[in-house]
């Protein structure tokens, strides 16, 4: 038995759009692809307020060169989140929360990996391109799992 999936709705907003706290840590994820790493330090995502982005920033010199470079920030945040991404950007003055840096260590632990057969039987019935995507993620899952260093 298939499941039925609107033709129009993106990935993006079947995983992440149903719940706003989840399109706002969708968002939040993104914020460092988008702006880059120096940049993402010296901001904070705040909330998602419909199609507005609330963004913090340490002072009016801040708010104006993330206002002056929006555009790009909001194509960015597109490519990424899809139709999940913000329209405009608004800011917060004041103290930015510290973020972690990337010298911290961090520690993953990796579930047991499943037996291939699962990882494909979990594919099946999915469209195509869908379908192409999960066993490819699967594909670097599993490698992990074994110790490679397919990223």
Known sequence: MALERPADASLA???F???PARTL???RAAWPHAVGPDLARRTEVVTLEGMTLRIRVP??????ELH?????ILARLR?????LAPRRLGFVEGPVAVAPTAERPRTVTLAPAPPPAAVVAGAAGLEPDLR????EVAARYLDRAKGGTHA
């Open 13 to 15: 907003r079947r995983l």
């Open 17 to 19: 759009g149903a719940v």
């Open 25 to 27: 840590a969708l968002v």
């Open 59 to 64: 002072d009016a010199r801040w708010r104006k």
């Open 68 to 72: 002056r470079m929006q555009p790009d």
């Open 79 to 83: 490519e990424t989140t899809g139709e």
């Open 132 to 135: 192409a995507r999960f066993l």
